[in-house]
T-cell receptor, first 115, second 113 residues
Framework: NAGVMQNPRHLVRRRGQEARLRCSPM?????VYWYRQLPEEGLKFMVYLQKENIIDESGMPKERFSAEFPKEGPSILRIQQVVRGDSAAYFCASSPGANGGEKLFFGSGTQLSVL | AQSVTQLGSHVSVSEGALVLLRCNYSSSVPPYLFWYVQYPNQGLQLLLK??????LVKGINGFEAEFKKSETSFHLTKPSAHMSDAAEYFC???????????FGTGTRLLVSP
């Protein structure tokens, strides 16, 4: 039973390029969450998605960031025109439902480095 | 707004010694509280969670945490450290269960022989 799979593990981009981060939730999970960890900080919530729906994007920067979780395929976090401040570890988590007390399973993260 | 403060970015103990990792929270509503562990190159794993049932919560790998409302604390303890406990530990709080967690900055536990 594979866990939450994130790829790539490391991603290097130059300023102005686009970054695409992928997250495949655990089998049977239809809820996906993205978190960002900046250097020396705790993980910060970005967005919560269910299949084909964005439920809560209150933690997403207003510009350049978008997320999707299509009916088929992985969830994608897309960052357009990356800047140095986007360098961080991006973690995806999934759960089978939205109720409190459900277990949340995290992936190993994608380390984004912007040159 | 909710927040979590983890005192000490690094904690060093000897193998067999008591582990104590501190976490204080701020929440305007009864909180859900969590401890996660992250081993190198791995995702976060849930150690234990508090969801307003028993104030002393037992988790995996011999860890436990006690919810103290009067002190707004949820410190993590383990009676006897093992080398395999060396990792980064994160405390988190939420007022909605798992939907939106607020994490602390983490404490790296170092265990020496």
């Amino acid at each position: 039973n594979a866990g939450v799979m994130q790829n790539p593990r490391h991603l290097v981009r130059r300023r102005g390029q686009e970054a695409r981060l992928r997250c495949s939730p655990m089998k049977g999970h239809s809820h996906v969450y993205w978190y960002r960890q900046l250097p020396e900080e705790g993980l910060k919530f970005m967005v919560y998605l269910q299949k084909e729906n964005i439920i809560d994007e209150s933690g997403m920067p207003k510009e350049r960031f978008s997320a999707e979780f299509p009916k088929e395929g992985p969830s994608i976090l897309r960052i357009q025109q990356v800047v140095r401040g986007d360098s961080a570890a991006y973690f995806c988590a999934s759960s089978p439902g939205a109720n409190g007390g459900e277990k949340l399973f995290f992936g190993s993260g994608t380390q984004l480095s912007v040159l | 707004a909710q927040s979590v403060t983890q005192l000490g970015s690094h904690v060093s103990v000897s193998e067999g010694a008591l582990v104590l990792l501190r976490c204080n929270y701020s929440s305007s509503v009864p909180p859900y509280l969590f401890w996660y562990v992250q081993y190198p190159n791995q995702g976060l794993q849930l150690l234990l969670k508090y969801t307003s049932a028993a104030t002393l919560v037992k988790g995996i790998n011999g860890f436990e945490a006690e919810f103290k409302k009067s002190e707004t604390s949820f410190h993590l303890t383990k009676p006897s450290a093992h080398m395999s406990d060396a990792a980064e530990y994160f405390c988190a709080v939420s007022d909605t269960g798992f939907q939106k967690l607020v994490f602390g900055t983490g404490t790296r536990l170092l265990v020496s022989p």
